[in-house]
């Protein structure tokens, strides 16, 4: 886990199925995806699935609250190992916590652990 005053970084675990499902069903959050809305129990199963078999090397990180302690979103670095071209997802569902700069500090949370060497 990694941590800023505001956030907590960590890796998806089984027990965040739930709230995972909760994010994806986020009308600003579900408009992003390419898939149909509401998305099936099915698809959102998948692709929790997929986020937990991701390598070490390219976690796909949950973004928590630490007031009102809730999971508010996720992170993720994508690199493409033939070309090693990447990008950077970020997803913060509630519209409270929209607009305050904790995407930004995620990123630059996540950015900066991946740096430290």
């Known amino acids: 886990?990694?941590?800023?005053?505001?956030?907590?970084?960590?890796?998806f675990r089984p027990d965040d199925r739930a709230a995972h499902r909760a994010l994806l069903d986020?009308?600003?959050?579900?408009?992003?995806?390419?898939?149909p809305t509401p998305i099936a129990d099915e698809l959102a199963d998948a692709v929790f699935e997929q986020i937990l078999a991701l390598p070490p090397e390219q976690p796909h990180?949950?973004?928590?609250?630490?007031?009102?302690p809730a999971l508010i979103g996720s992170i993720g670095v994508h690199v493409d190992p033939r070309d090693r071209h990447g990008a950077l997802s970020i997803g913060i569902a509630p519209d409270g916590d929209r607009g305050r700069g904790l995407g930004t500090e995620a990123a630059m949370l996540r950015v900066a652990?991946?740096?430290e060497f």
């Open 26 to 35: 986020t009308p600003v959050l579900a408009r992003l995806l390419p898939v």
């Open 113 to 115: 652990d991946d740096l």
């Open 61 to 68: 990180l949950t973004i928590w609250r630490k007031v009102e």
């Open 1 to 11: 886990m990694i941590e800023t005053p505001r956030l907590w970084l960590a890796r």
